[in-house]
């Protein structure tokens, strides 16, 4: 049996999908950009894709970008957003769980003057209301917070904290990663008062390499690339049809009985909550059940290095993350599972399950009868 | 392109008395092998001891001498120009000719070196070298003789169906080809020092197989694709390596279960020498390759290495054994090992390492301890070797 629980990091993709994507590629292949029937016949895949996307959103076509995914889409909100302002003030807001897609550029901005302030979070790894409002200013130019955190599924108070941003400064943009939360949560950039938002197709059963950037009509920013002048001189370069059409289709696919798909996904959820509370030498270190996201599953194994039993269930066919994928390139200890308060000696024995709606009860009862059968034989032998 | 052909220069393989021909067509069949990899048509030959390289047609020259500078035995490639023109006049304008296009900037000393391989070619050497050294001198005013160091010697050579001018050396990388010196088993891991070994050890001929210890859940997919990887690069130099993956966790377990956890590594070491020596043995091989460095870590301890060379009857190969880290680095940047060396797989391992193991085992108190294994682990050991697996590298 096969079960793959890493769809943090990425999913398989709808079948609808991936025929669209050969669709696009291998028929209706011309440049959106061409003069010709057949370059019109591929920007109406873009058309539809843009349109659907805004209908997800509640927000117009042209408030969205497409990018190459939600590295870009954070890199362009942060750098393009804050240069785009920079007369206003030189002063950011994050927290210290923010994505590295967030980190780093923040990290680049701060290299060219700006001056960050990186918000703590609770146990719950919610961001801290008051400290926000503390670390407003005249000069704040942007606040950026994720929507869900990829670690363990934290849902931050996005709509709370927007007031208290406009409040305190109503010209400060809203930057809200949403790369974990979209197709998950019904989001409303224009009720929940957020200016810009990242989100990746791969995410939720679409292409990789694809993704957009919701940006308020009234906020400006400036471009990353230069070229040829698509998408309004927002982001040049030829447009990726098939990706952009499959993401199209993973969105239609995903908000299509999208109650049903998260009742789902809770279900899947807190069925395996329960199946690893059962187990000896388990904590769970994700909101329970509907207190969090709905995919997330982040659980510590005493006494058992994460590596080796991501090995180990990986030799069963059992695929699992050890901290975040996009960040277990670099060796070290995670920020988030430390910034929410996870035991000193359990950060390194943790493992993420992350589920899609391809997951079914019968794979979580395999994982964890395969977790009963080898934790103890790897709990024998670990360092003395 | 006005290099067609190249002269291979090898050292010491001239030195080998009645069996410099095996020598010299195991470097022949050694530089056909290199040249697969490159396009091009190429014809290798033998010639009064000396190995001609010559493309038929287009060829890409960097790949060729990229190629040639990997391929042991190879002393100086040096790129000819070679023409079957071979009347005087002519040639004095080939030299210029040559001069003009190798060495743009003319502010240079010179000096010619003519051969005569054919005696019957009417212009003695000697006279060639005047002569032709008048001609340049006129031809290039800015040029100047120095017969003791110059920055351009220019060999000429007439042979009795061509004539060559070269110039410029390109240093090869020494050592014997390979083929020429028996096969050896290198243990491979996925560090710095095994893969500089078994480069060294190939270099003096040797051909090399490998065998490395997987053990999985410790020892992630990467960390063997990595092994992997580092075979197929240090097969560039040594030709195709067999890497033979035993898997190891069985053992390693055991051992942990059974004896005093400051001897584990030591003792596993033994076994994975065991193991290596009867692969050898099964294969072909006649000695093990270590990349193991005096006093590097707890196990390579001169005790330590002293325990662990017991086991073997074959010789062990410890190319750099006295060599300072950063000097074994050094190779393993040279010879392009070292970025995939240093790749952080996560090697779960370090779980079975005591925080502190013997530094000076007593090979007395190991082989009590390994008296403990007697009767379960020769079953293990024999698995092990049954299932591995082969991969063939480059």
Not at chain 1, 276 to 295: C, I
Not at chain 2, 153 to 182: D, F, H, K, W
Not at chain 2, 276 to 302: D, H, K, P, Y
């Amino acid at each position: 049996m096969e079960a793959y629980f890493d769809n943090s990091a990425t999913t398989k993709v709808f079948d609808s999908v991936r025929d669209i994507v050969v669709k696009t590629m291998t028929e209706d292949y011309a440049n959106p950009s061409a003069k010709h029937s057949k370059g019109v016949e591929a920007e109406n895949y873009i058309k539809e894709a843009r349109s659907v996307i805004a209908r997800s959103l509640r927000v117009q076509e042209k408030e969205i970008v497409f990018t190459s995914g939600g590295s870009e889409s954070n890199n362009m909100a942060l750098i393009g957003g804050a240069m785009a302002n920079r007369r206003a003030g030189n002063h950011i807001i994050s927290s210290n769980i923010e994505h590295p897609s967030v980190y780093n550029p923040l990290g680049y901005l701060e290299e060219q003057g700006y001056e960050v302030t990186y918000l703590p979070v609770d146990r719950q790894g919610h961001i801290d209301l008051s400290e926000l409002e503390a670390a407003v200013r005249p000069d704040t130019v942007l606040v950026s917070v994720m929507y869900v955190n990829n670690e363990v599924g934290t849902v931050e108070p996005v709509e709370e904290i927007s007031k208290i941003v406009k409040r305190k400064n109503p010209a400060a943009l809203f930057h809200v990663d949403a790369i974990q939360a979209y197709g998950k949560y019904e989001i409303r950039p224009k009720r929940q008062g957020i200016d810009l938002l990242s989100v990746s197709a791969h995410k939720l059963h679409g292409p990789k390499g694809v993704g957009f950037l919701y940006i308020d009509e009234k906020v400006k920013i400036k471009p990353l690339i230069y070229g040829g002048g698509q998408q309004r001189n927002l982001r040049s370069g030829t447009e990726n049809v098939p990706g952009i059409a499959g993401m199209g289709e993973a969105v239609r696919e995903m908000f299509t009985d999208h109650q049903k798909k998260i009742d789902g996904l809770y279900e899947l959820k807190e069925y395996a909550e329960s199946r690893l509370r059962k187990l000896e030498g388990v904590t769970l270190n994700n909101p329970p059940g509907r207190e969090g996201a709905p995919q997330i599953v982040s659980a510590s194994f005493e006494g058992v290095r994460s590596e080796v039993l991501l090995h180990a269930l990986e030799e069963k066919g059992i695929y699992v993350s050890s901290g975040s994928a996009c960040s277990s390139h670099h060796p070290g200890l995670s920020g988030t599972l430390k910034g929410v308060g996870v035991r000193p000696d359990l950060l390194d024995c943790t493992l993420r399950f992350s589920f899609g709606l391809f997951n079914t009860k019968e794979e979580v009862d395999y994982a964890a009868e395969t977790l009963k059968q080898l934790l103890p034989l790897l709990r024998r032998f670990r360092r003395r | 392109m006005l290099y067609q052909s190249f002269l291979i220069k090898y050292a010491e393989i001239g030195t080998k008395g009645k069996n410099r021909f095996l020598f010299e067509d195991a470097l022949i069949s050694r530089i056909c092998h290199a040249l697969k990899q490159v396009d091009g048509k190429f014809d290798v030959s033998k010639e009064s001891g000396r190995i001609y390289v010559t493309a038929c047609g287009e060829y890409d020259y960097e790949d060729t001498v990229e190629a040639l500078k990997k391929v042991f035995g190879i002393a100086w490639i040096c790129p000819m120009f070679q023409t079957e023109d071979r009347d005087y006049d002519r040639l004095k304008q080939y030299v210029c000719c040559y001069l003009n296009q190798v060495y743009p900037d003319r502010n240079r000393t010179f000096k010619v070196e003519a051969r005569r391989a054919d005696k019957r070619y009417p212009v003695p050497s000697e006279q060639m070298n005047r002569d032709l050294g008048e001609v340049i001198l006129d031809t290039f005013p800015q040029m100047r003789v120095d017969v003791h160091h110059p920055d351009v010697l220019l060999r000429v050579e007439v042979r009795a169906a061509v004539v060559n001018l070269y110039s410029e050396m390109i240093p090869g990388p020494g050592g014997m080809p390979v083929g020429t010196n028996g096969k050896a088993m290198l243990l491979l891991s996925g560090g710095i020092d095994s893969p500089v070994a078994g480069y060294m050890v190939a270099k003096r001929g040797v051909r090399i197989d490998a065998v490395y210890f997987h053990a999985p859940p410790y020892t992630s997919e990467r960390a063997r694709q990595k092994v992997v990887d580092l075979a197929k690069l240090v097969s560039r130099y040594s030709g195709p390596i067999d890497l033979h993956v035993v898997n190891f966790t069985e053992i390693q377990m055991h051992i942990y279960e059974i004896c005093p956890h400051e001897e584990l590594t030591i003792i596993m070491r033994r076994y994975m020498m065991r193991i290596a020596q009867r692969i050898a043995e099964e294969t072909g091989s006649m000695a093990l390759i270590t990349g193991e460095s005096i006093g590097q870590v707890a196990s390579q301890t001169v005790q330590s290495l002293a325990v662990t060379n017991e086991v073997c009857t074959m010789p062990v190969f410890r190319p750099v054994i006295a060599f300072d880290k950063q000097e074994i680095v050094d190779i393993s940047e040279r010879i392009g090992t070292y970025e995939t060396s240093i790749l952080p797989y996560e090697d779960c391992c370090t779980i079975f390492v005591a925080k502190h193991p013997v530094t000076k085992p007593s090979l007395k108190v190991i082989r009590r301890s390994e008296e403990k294994l007697a009767g379960t682990i020769e079953k293990m050991v024999e698995t092990a070797i049954a299932g591995r697996e082969v991969i063939r590298c480059g």
